[in-house]
């Protein structure tokens, strides 16, 4: 009998140890991750950056699913109840930006008024911008050095991509985070959504034509938007008019502050904390590059890319405060009042 209960066990199917079906399905995740990524490339080249906020989220959703496969429905249910709240809030932001005001040709003169009553302000940044730099306005001065009608240098195509980057970055950090360090995910959603409600706030009250529609009407001199004239030098005519498009719909007298300066500037503090000195370097590259570009491109006046950084720096202080207040709350009872609380991540 005995043997017969041996031999009965030895012919039972074995069962994958957890190690070994984690291996398993850590390369499913890695192959599927790596399909995702062609497919999003191929999509971006073809198609262009996915701009709408209902399309952007589905990329990243279905992103977030293909790093939890294996790990069960509650995985997939935590990656719905962390992104679909923070997502509402952003596409409510996207609505009521037009709390600001949009102005049709026609309208746009200093004096004109929202739907709340506050002024459009056109004339004062190029005056500010002016006194900021000895009488010359300074996107009149890099498209009159750098720009050629008819032709695309290759600056022109790292303008655009340093532009679109900021649709893609911002959530792509979010994603790097949920991922590998959810509290700080917590601290990074919270952070986008402050700049989205006092960038909305700012909007409402200070509704500004940027410098591109100010010279449409001369009030300033001549300044062409070229912020999508890279994707021509690519000869992505479709991605370009995708970007177009997209901009059209868009605001646009929202641009006191720039939050494209603002998200990368805030991108660039977030990830300072805890950094060595030579990546901080590098990551203070990106807001200065962003700042260029949109100043060049016709899209902002210095002083709303100065605007914009101060946002950044006011919403990542604010947090660190925060960070730093609860470190020291959750300091042990008779650690030494010498010795710095360590801050959690």
Request: hydrophobic share 55%; glycine share 8%.
């Amino acid at each position: 009998m005995a043997q017969d209960q041996v031999e009965v066990t030895r012919a039972a199917p074995a069962v994958p140890a957890a190690p070994e079906r984690e291996r398993t399905w850590r390369t499913v995740r890695w192959s599927l991750a790596a399909a995702y990524l062609g497919v999003l490339v191929w999509f971006i080249a073809v198609y262009g950056i996915p701009l709408d906020r209902i399309g952007l989220t589905l990329w990243v959703l279905g992103g977030l699913a293909i790093s939890v496969i294996g790990r069960g429905w509650r995985a997939f249910g935590s990656i719905l109840l962390d992104w679909l709240p923070f997502t509402a809030i952003l596409v409510a932001y996207d609505y009521t930006r037009g709390l600001a005001g949009h102005y049709g040709a026609h309208a746009l003169v200093q004096g004109a008024h929202n739907a709340l009553g506050f002024p459009l302000h056109v004339t004062e940044p190029a005056d500010f911008d002016r006194w900021l730099f000895g009488g010359t306005l300074p996107t009149a001065w890099l498209q009159d050095h750098l720009y050629t009608y008819g032709w695309v240098h290759w600056w022109d195509l790292v303008v655009t991509l340093v532009y679109l980057s900021h649709f893609l970055v911002t959530p792509v950090l979010a994603m790097v985070l949920w991922i590998r360090h959810r509290q700080r995910f917590r601290a990074w959603v919270g952070c986008v959504v402050a700049m989205a409600v006092l960038g909305v706030a700012t909007y409402i009250v200070y509704p500004m034509a940027p410098p591109w529609m100010a010279a449409e009407q001369g009030v300033i001199e001549p300044i062409s938007r070229i912020s999508g004239l890279g994707w021509s030098y690519l000869d992505l005519g479709v991605a370009q008019q995708v970007l177009a498009n997209s901009q059209a719909l868009a605001n646009p007298v929202a641009a006191m502050p720039s939050l494209h300066t603002g998200y990368a500037t805030m991108v660039a503090l977030f990830l300072m904390v805890g950094a060595p000195w030579w990546r901080r370097a590098l990551l203070a590259c990106y807001p200065m590059l962003m700042g260029w570009a949109l100043i060049y491109s016709g899209e902002h006046y210095v002083l709303d890319v100065l605007a914009g950084i101060l946002y950044a720096a006011v919403i990542v202080g604010a947090w660190l405060l925060v960070r730093r207040h609860r470190a020291r709350h959750q300091q042990p009872v008779g650690a030494s009042a010498q010795a710095p609380p360590s801050l959690p991540s």
